[in-house]
């Protein structure tokens, strides 16, 4: 027995402000047969002046007084009303109260009414005494007893044999120690001997199952009043009892539902949660839990699934979390992440279909019933008791998430209503977890697919450089940042290599640097030198920050950048690099030996200054290691540059290592920190061509270079066992070298590089480059560039110093490449400029 014994009423003035119900009893006539304290505090009669006297003295004004007899017949028809009406003070004044009367039945046919006044607000006239008779209604479940001064029980209401079971019969002249034999009525009767002895009130909370008969507890709230006769003196109590197992249970599942919130949702992970929600079922209500995904849900592909969308199928379920009271959750058939299988005509279907709850309080196994449909969960359900059933749907937004399952087997008490709606609030609350979660993964997927687009999958270093790259991002919520790097293949077997670094985080920060890595991806096909290539780079980042002022839609973001572009040749081992604002390059040469050249700086791209780009060319020992990285590998918060640039040469500094294991070292020397940046770093380790590979001549510069050409092209092309090459080379050489000696004055110089491909470079004097052009029929020239595009894999033309380069490819095919399309014979190809 839990109980609570608090005094409510001490000395207080008179004046009708009180703070407790005030009591009174009328007998069906409309008598006052009995007063109290807190009445005569409301209203400011005494007992002496009200009791045996007409109760409208007090309710309502004297002039309706002939009404109170059929008001009283109402209240007999509805065993009761409840509403507001105005009582008369003793001083004249009217005032709004709270008035329930409650129909009170003693031995034979003999009634009473028990009148609960209490405040309810300002006066407001009579304008409340006309919807006096309007407000007949159905008191609420309050228990009412009336005890003489022995404690025998005079009166009654039908409520009390809801609250201690005990019928009318025994009740009415018997004290309550005589019909309920129990501690907890000896206590009560206490607390009553007190009210009859001080005159005032004390209100007693306890907890009652025997008398009741219920398997559960009830709370119940009694407040007991002293009743005074027309002297003044005691007549006996009034006890008026509550039950409060709803409100405490209320109380109960907001404190559980306020536990789950900080249980729930810990991650962003959907399985995680999952797997939270079903932990806290079972702890709380169920004997075993489980929680079904759609199955998109936990990789944030696809449409969600919208409520009611489901009537010709049903969605795919995927097991997600899973909790019993039973050591390897042996109830059920799935373990996580295996797909689970709905059968068409079930509670389960019905619930994803509707997206409503379902409870079966007592499961039906017997034949004929749904279960007969699933054999896997008819087997479980019998092996292990399961006998009470809920199905609660989780949903978000209108979007189907899945549903939650939650049995009993070894708690014998079957699911009831509070433990539905219980389940209903937990689901609910978990489903704004799993709705987030799912959002999360639906941007983590998009951004991890944005960041898979806009880098480079494998890096492609050819003959030129074995690179290895790594990029950690600081927004390691997405998997995506600014920062980009790149090995572009270039003709004559040469490689460009490039990092950059956009300012800012996250998915707008990848949006630009994915417009920039394909700008330069660009200008790189345009042969371009790194000084000059980062000078149209910075035209393009003014015009994005251009774009970005103009854009009145939103906030304009920082538009910036950084870049470091390098282009490494393998035949001669020259390196020919610049940089806009970004770290320099750290070259470790063969003996391990770690270098920093002094680039030019530049200004990091989009500033606008006007100041030129600047090239720096040096030459490189076959197995050199050039590192390209971000500032996020070299600065953090404790340290400064310097100090990170003497941790990554010291974690370069290691010949003969593996150039993955290396790459790995040097990214680790910033593990364990949250870089406040993206960190990305592009290692490779330089080659070389052997002589054998490459052929080089001088032409003189008439027409007798073209058959020159032609007869030197076919020597090394068999000298090099590619005589299958040797017609469609021989007509791509022709062709160069003709336009060279018909539009430039000095020397021509033929080469043929044997790497990947066999490339074909004839070197002029003049700066127009070629142009490919349609002739028309009539035409006597412009046909050349025609059938060199036809016969190689690609063709450009690069500027060099002191002239050009016209440049083709050709597969290394052991066959002869197909005849080009029917065409007039090969004339000369003007330059055009």
Known sequence: MASTDTVTIGSRQNTHKATESAIMMIDEHGTVVAWTQAAEQLVGYSARDVVGRPAALVLPSPEEAESISAFIEQCRAHNGWSGTAAVRHRDGRLFDVGLRLSLLRGQDTAVRWLVTVSEAGPPSGEAVNG??????????????????????????????ESHDNIPRDRRLGRRFTEAWPDAKAEALEGVMRQVLQSGTTRVHEYRSSLATGQRRDHTFAASFFCLQGADGQAIGVCAISVDLTESHQARERLALLSQASTRLGS???????????????????????????????????????RIGSTEDRVPQLRRAGLASIHHGVPESPWVRGEPVTIPPVSPFTDVLRTGRPYLEPILNSAAGTWIDHDPVRAEKIHQHGIHSVMLVPIRARRALLGVALFVRTDNPAPFQEIDRLLAEELVARAALSLDNARRFAREHTAALALQRNLLPQRLKGGTAVEAVSRYLPADIDHGVGGDWFDVIPLSGARVALVVGDVVGHGINAAATMGRLRTAVHTLADMELPPDELLTHLDDTVQRLAEEEADCSERAPAVVGATCLYAVYDP????????????????IVDPEGGVSFPDLPTGTPLGFGVGVPFESVEMELPEGSLLALYTDGLIETRDHDIEEGMRRLGAALARP?????????????????????DDVTMLLVRTRSLKPAQVASWTLPSDQTAVRSARDLASRQLAEWGLEGLDDPTRLIVSELVTNAVRHSTGPVRLRLIQHQVLTCEVFDTSVPSPRLRHANTADENGRGLFLVAQLSRRWGARSVSGGKVVWAEEELAATPAPAPAPAPAAQPEPALT
């Open 131 to 160: 919807s006096v008779q309007d407000s007949i209604a159905t008191p609420a479940s309050i228990g009412v007893s009336i005890r003489d001064v022995g404690l025998r029980c005079a009166w009654a209401n039908e409520t009390m």
């Open 267 to 305: 991650t962003l992970d959907v399985i995680q949660t999952s797997q939270e929600l079903a932990d806290l079922a079972v702890s709380l209500f169920a004997d075993f839990a489980a929680v079904d995904l759609e199955q998109s849900v936990p990789f944030g592909e696809g449409p969600p699934v």
């Open 571 to 586: 035949v001669t081992r020259r390196c020919a690099m610049a940089r806009a604002g970004h770290p320099p390059p750290a």
């Open 656 to 676: 003969g290592r593996d150039l993955d294991d290396v790459c790995t070292r040097a990214v680790e020397s910033v593990a364990g920190e949250a870089p406040p």
